[in-house]
């Protein structure tokens, strides 16, 4: 019955169509101070597809998604997007190249209002140079009451806000620039049940319109339901890939505990 | 995530008076504190407190530290602070000192009061001012060095500076039309004051209203009418009360004897002249509200306030934090050059000690004003009333006789007294 559901899942995505992935991390390696954060781990996602990416604390995920996402320098490795290859040396160079991030700690500036935080770095301007704040408070309402139509602080800075409301400020910020490639770091983590399954939604609609999604979660059920790939990462290292359609809740546990690809599954 | 139509704005409970104006509590606190303090003195002076001539001093005093003050923000909601506002207006003002009565008649062979030394002077002074500043701003952001010992070494080292570019000397007398930019040499003359004071008003008015139109062409509740005319009545209040009481200031006869002899003419009898704005007033104003458009209209203050709040979440939005805390600096050295133009020409010389102090006197200014040094917050408007205040308090005591020692033991324990109870009203707002 699951199985059937992920199989439906992934008819949307574009993976097996020859294109070239959306995103693929080749052979990425990066160290702090003589360890290796994340060593020799390559990963890969095609629109419309959701990968997760699974693992203890500390395994290395959240590490190897900043290097995608430019807030760290990775020591070795390749990034491609649509087959080419790019440099992301700063989390500008990731804007430029529609990839957005929600980060597990929001990443908000609590003194600033909703508005200020979603257009941060990318401020509507009037003719004169100044930014608007009007028209950009108008952009806000429109999308926030997309996202959370219950939303109405906008005049309150964001320290006001309740973790759901947070929560889809991130969001916002990051689905209103035309992402391609959008970065989930643990985006429920801090959510009760309504606003987890709000995110799940949103998840669904972002996948159905093409764009690719890397969801690292510590819960393996919110990953089997939402993802289609998971990577696996232990010690910084990559423990295997597998379609979701594939495993089980335990096959995903053990591959997390043991550090081990189920043996049964062979191509 | 089912109705996505228009969300109507709830109906809150009816909003008490202050609400409806929304005018800032503690920007009232403070003109309160202020006033009562003008008061107090007053009534401890038997009137010799507000009086148009005391008050025409209190506003030339406090320029200075205003304008500094204004950069101090700057710096102080970005997390960082600057030890060196003082030192490094004692260095830009040896260096325009030397300018104008060395390197510009002398060695260049311009000779005294030639009509262009001013204007080199200044932009000498605000390049070198502009240059130190960035320079620190560069060790601060590139080599991530603490803005604390950057500007600790660079409080030594600007203030000895200054002393070895002028061998210890006071420098004087500087330029006379240098002079015009600081003190009661430079007004603007009763005319020019009151079209000045009206200009302002319309501005202010015009800001008012533009506003409120961006609002309501999106929809955005707008404050009522009534509120929006008092607020308006306020301003106007207060911008031409100044100018009316600097230009009751009467420039005293023998002074306005001499200037009419200078001009070869003879003075009528009984002619009364005011002194009008100050030329450096004229310049805090136009500082402050340059800074206070940068603050909240431009990206350069979106991102100040952005990195203060949250210096991750900043750089993570792909804002060049390192960049922005060298032109943070570079504005503070700007401003400092400003303010040695002005301190320099109130004192008619540049002597040795000047600006003495005054980065204790700016970071204090800048916190009674409601800055906060966790970051993120602050205006410099406030900044401006704590200077404001604290020159107040200075002045005041000085005329009430209060002896020295006592004078500063009044000041610090005030700035204390005056953090404590801005971390009460924040606590009861229930903000951080």
């Known amino acids: 019955m699951q199985a059937q559901d992920t199989q439906k899942r992934l008819s949307g995505t574009g993976r097996g169509s020859g294109a070239p992935p959306l995103v693929e991390m080749r052979d990425i390696s990066i160290s702090f101070g003589g360890i290796k954060a994340v060593d020799h781990v390559s990963v890969d996602l095609y629109p419309g597809e959701v990968v997760g990416l699974l693992g203890h604390n500390g395994a290395g995920k959240s590490t190897l998604i900043k290097v995608l996402s430019g807030a760290y320098q990775m020591d070795h490795g390749e990034i491609l997007i649509d087959g080419k290859s790019v440099e992301i040396d700063n989390p500008r160079d990731a804007r430029a190249n529609n990839i957005e991030t929600i980060y597990q700690t929001l990443a908000l500036a609590d003194n600033l209002d909703a508005t200020s935080n979603l257009f941060l770095g990318r401020e509507m301007t009037t003719p004169f140079g100044l930014v608007n704040d009007a028209a950009m408070e108008a952009e806000c309402r429109k999308i926030m009451a997309q996202l959370n139509p219950n939303f109405q602080k906008f005049n309150d800075p964001v320290s006001a806000l309740s973790g759901g409301q947070r929560q889809s400020v991130a969001i916002a910020r990051a689905v209103y620039f035309n992402a391609r490639i959008l970065i989930m770091d643990e985006p429920t983590a801090a959510l009760g049940p309504h606003e987890t399954q709000m995110v799940a939604d949103l998840i669904h609609q972002l996948k159905a319109q093409g764009i690719g999604i890397f969801l690292i979660d510590h819960d393996v059920h919110a990953v089997m339901e939402l993802c289609d790939r998971a990577s696996v990462m232990k010690n910084g290292k990559l423990v295997g890939t597998v379609d979701i359609a594939d495993v089980t809740d335990d096959d995903l546990l053990s591959m997390i505990i043991l550090g081990k690809q189920p043996a049964q599954k062979a191509e | ?432």
């Open chain 2, 1 to 432: 995530m089912t109705e996505t139509s228009s969300q109507p704005i709830p109906e809150k409970a009816k909003p008490s008076l202050f609400q409806q104006l929304e005018l800032d509590m503690r920007l009232l606190g403070m003109i309160g504190a202020f006033v009562i303090l003008c008061i107090g003195f007053n009534i401890f002076t038997d009137g010799r407190f507000l009086t148009p001539r005391n008050l025409f001093n209190l506003s030339i005093q406090t320029v200075s530290v205003a304008i500094m003050a204004c950069g101090m923000v700057f710096i102080i909601v970005t997390r960082h602070i600057d030890l060196s506002v003082g030192a490094l207006l004692a260095t830009t003002s040896a260096v325009m000192a030397m300018t104008q009565t060395e390197l510009l008649p002398q060695i260049l062979g311009m000779g005294l009061n030639n009509p262009a030394t001013w204007a080199i002077t200044i932009v000498v002074g605000l390049f070198v001012g502009t240059l130190i500043g960035a320079f620190h701003g560069w060790m601060v952001g590139y080599l991530t060095i603490p803005a604390f010992i950057v500007t600790l070494g660079g409080f030594l080292v600007w203030r000895n500076v200054a002393w070895y570019l002028t061998s210890g000397q006071t420098i004087g007398p500087l330029d006379s039309t240098f002079l015009m930019f600081g003190g009661t040499n430079g007004t603007l003359g009763t005319t020019t004051s009151w079209l000045f004071g009206l200009f302002a008003t319309a501005v202010a008015i015009w800001a008012l209203w533009s506003g409120r139109r961006a609002k309501a062409a999106h929809g955005f509740p707008v404050k009522p009418v009534w509120a929006e005319a008092t607020l308006a009545g306020i301003i106007a209040i207060a911008i031409l009360g100044y100018v009316y009481i600097v230009n009751s200031y009467a420039i005293p006869t023998r002074r306005l004897q001499r200037m009419f002899e200078a001009r070869g003419e003879t003075m009528p009898e009984g002619l009364v002249v005011g002194y009008g704005i100050p030329i450096s007033v004229l310049i805090l104003i136009i500082v402050a509200v340059t800074l206070t458009i940068v603050a909240r209209k431009t990206k350069f203050g979106r991102y100040i306030f952005a990195t203060g709040g949250n210096p991750d979440a900043a750089e993570l939005s792909g804002i060049n934090t390192r960049l922005l805390t060298v032109k943070i600096f570079a504005l503070m050295g700007f401003l400092c050059a400003v303010s040695a133009v002005v301190a320099s020409a109130r004192l008619a010389n540049h002597s040795n000690d000047i600006g003495t102090l005054d980065e204790l006197r700016v970071i204090a200014a800048a916190v009674i004003g409601g800055t906060a040094l966790s970051g993120g917050i602050g205006t410099i408007y406030g900044a401006i009333l704590g200077a404001l205040i604290m020159q107040a308090l200075q002045s005041g005591m000085a005329m009430v006789g209060v002896d020295a020692p006592f004078q500063n033991i009044v000041v610090g324990s005030v700035l204390v007294l005056a953090v404590y109870i801005d971390i009460v009203y924040r606590k009861r707002l229930g903000a951080k």
